[in-house]
T-cell receptor, first 112, second 114 residues
Framework: SQKIEQNSEALNIQEGKTATLTCNYT??????LQWYRQDPGRGPVFLLL?????KEKRKERLKVTFDTTLKQSLFHITASQPADSATYLC???????????FGSGTKLNVKP | GAVVSQHPSWVICKSGTSVKIECRSL??????MFWYRQFPKQSLMLMAT???????TYEQGVEKDKFLINHASLTLSTLTVTSAHPEDSSFYIC???WGGGELFFGEGSRLTVL
C-alpha cells in the first residue's frame, strides 16, 4: 500500500540548534516533493519544493534533500528559533502537478 | 500574492442540513483546486480534485453525492456537505494551484454538526 511517513512524535530541540525532520514514502513515484508548515487551526503554508532530479534545495535557513533511491526527504532548519515551532508536512506531487498527497506531519518544538 | 480565501472559517449546523464552503483564489487563476479533510493530529486527506468547468475527480472512498464540488470559474470552487451528520464534523481545507507545483491553501473551515 502507499504510505507517506513522518515521525509522529514531536521533535523537541533547543533554540539555535538544527532541526532535522524526515519524510519516507513507499509505493509512490513522485515527480517532486514539497514541505509545508502548518500552525494550529490554520491552513498549511508552502515552504520548499524539490524535484526528483534535484538532490538538495536551500532557502534561507531551510534545506531540503531528496533521495529517490532511499525514497526519503530530509528537511533541515538551521539556527532554529521558537517561532519555528509548528507542524511540518511533507507532500508528494505526482506528474502534471495533478495530485498531492500529504504525510501526517511532525510537530517541532523549539525551546528558548 | 497567491492568496486563497476560504469561507466560512467555522460553521455549526444541525444534523441533516447542508453546508456550503467557498474557496476563492484572490490574485491568481487557479487551474486546479483541491479539497482536503483533516482530523485532529492527522494528515490532510485528499477528497477531490477539481478543474474549472469540469466534474471533480473524487478519491476512493469519498462519496461524491455527499460532498458536492463545483468549480465554476478559475477563481472559485465550492464544497457542499449535503445532509450533514456528526461524523462529517472536521476541518476542511481547500488549496489552489496555478500549475507551478506549489499549493496555496485557504485558512480552513471548521465544521461542527450537532
Amino acid at each position: 500500500s502507499q504510505k507517506i511517513e513522518q515521525n509522529s512524535e514531536a521533535l523537541n530541540i533547543q533554540e539555535g540548534k538544527t532541526a532535522t525532520l524526515t519524510c519516507n514514502y513507499t509505493n509512490y513515484s513522485p515527480a517532486y516533493l514539497q514541505w509545508y508548515r502548518q500552525d494550529p487551526g490554520r491552513g498549511p503554508v508552502f515552504l520548499l519544493l524539490i524535484r526528483e532530479n534535484e538532490k538538495e534545495k536551500r532557502k534561507e535557513r531551510l534545506k531540503v534533500t531528496f533521495d529517490t533511491t532511499l525514497k526519503q526527504s530530509l528537511f533541515h532548519i538551521t539556527a532554529s528559533q521558537p517561532a519555528d515551532s509548528a507542524t511540518y508536512l511533507c507532500a508528494l506531487g505526482l506528474y502534471n502537478f495533478n495530485k498531492f498527497y500529504f504525510g501526517s506531519g511532525t510537530k517541532l518544538n523549539v525551546k528558548p | 500574492g497567491a492568496v486563497v480565501s476560504q469561507h466560512p472559517s467555522w460553521v455549526i449546523c444541525k444534523s441533516g442540513t447542508s453546508v456550503k464552503i467557498e474557496c476563492r483564489s484572490l490574485d491568481f487563476q487557479a487551474t486546479t483546486m483541491f479539497w482536503y479533510r483533516q482530523f485532529p493530529k492527522q494528515s490532510l486527506m485528499l477528497m477531490a480534485t477539481s478543474n474549472e468547468g469540469s466534474k471533480a475527480t473524487y478519491e476512493q472512498g469519498v462519496e461524491k453525492d455527499k460532498f458536492l464540488i463545483n468549480h465554476a470559474s478559475l477563481t472559485l470552487s465550492t464544497l457542499t456537505v449535503t445532509s450533514a451528520h456528526p461524523e462529517d464534523s472536521s476541518f476542511y481545507i481547500c488549496s489552489a494551484s496555478w500549475g507551478g507545483g506549489e499549493l496555496f491553501f485557504g485558512e480552513g473551515s471548521r465544521l461542527t454538526v450537532l
